[in-house]
């Protein structure tokens, strides 16, 4: 049982490159969480799922795509990278409807130069 | 969400029970008390939640005061690998949850050899 990961774990891109990070589950969770951390700031949320073939926006969703490919998979794409989204971004799982209780991935770090 | 308040830093000795305090006074009758901790360049990790009752796990147990204005987070055995920011969060149970987790400030604790 990993939980939940996450690849990459480091990415480096240059501004107007494209690239898709990757997350999966193995939980059976059916809601699906991607929050970007920026320097000394709390979680921002980007996009949820909260049940396979739905997606909605979050907190800051602009210059971000998802798709929930199945009830694992939930995957975030930058297509057109700019330096305002360099941070670590976190992917979650929820465990249950009625709870906050959220399983985090262990991040992936982005610089856009 | 009901607002928390948590000091900003702790210290405890490793091996000490580590006794972490979050003032909720706004706390409604249908929010639960969640804490979650961030272990530097890690991903939060879930340690517990409880609405009225005292709980416990294998990782901590949670106090909440009878009026559930309050509640301690405590570590009976503190290790160094328990250093960490640790978040007090109050939330309404919903079915699903599009809004993002509220991790505010929290409290840094340092275990010290």
């Known amino acids: 049982n990993a939980g939940v990961t996450q690849t990459p774990k480091f990415q480096v891109l240059k501004t107007g490159q494209s690239m898709t990070l990757q997350c999966a589950q193995d939980?059976?969770?059916?809601?699906m969480y991607w929050y970007r951390q920026d320097p000394g700031m709390g979680l921002r949320l980007i996009y949820y799922s909260a049940s396979e073939g739905t997606t909605d926006k979050g907190e800051v969703p602009n210059g971000y795509n998802v798709s929930r490919l199945n009830k694992r998979e939930f995957s975030l794409r930058l297509e057109s990278a700019a330096p305002s989204q360099t941070s670590v971004y976190f992917c979650?799982?929820?465990?249950?409807?009625?709870?906050?209780?959220?399983?985090f991935g262990p991040g992936t770090r982005l610089l856009v130069l | 969400d009901a607002k928390t308040t948590q000091p900003p830093s702790m210290d405890c000795a490793e091996g000490r029970a580590a006794n972490l305090p979050c003032n909720h006074s706004?706390?409604?009758?249908?929010?639960?008390v969640y804490w979650y901790r961030q272990i530097h360049s890690q991903g939060p990790q879930y340690i517990i939640h409880g609405l009225k009752n005292n709980e416990t796990n294998e990782m901590a147990s949670l106090i909440i005061t009878e009026d559930r204005k309050s509640s301690t987070l405590i570590l009976p055995h503190a290790t160094l690998r328990d250093t960490a920011v640790y978040y007090c969060?109050?939330?309404?149970?919903?079915?699903?949850?599009?809004?993002?987790?509220?991790f505010g400030e929290g409290t840094q604790l340092t275990v010290n050899p």
């Open positions: 969060i109050v939330r309404v149970a919903e079915e699903t949850s599009g809004s993002r987790l509220t």
């Open positions: 979650a799982s929820r465990l249950a409807a009625y709870q906050e209780t959220q399983y």
């Open positions: 939980m059976n969770h059916n809601s």
């Open positions: 706004t706390i409604s009758g249908n929010e639960y």
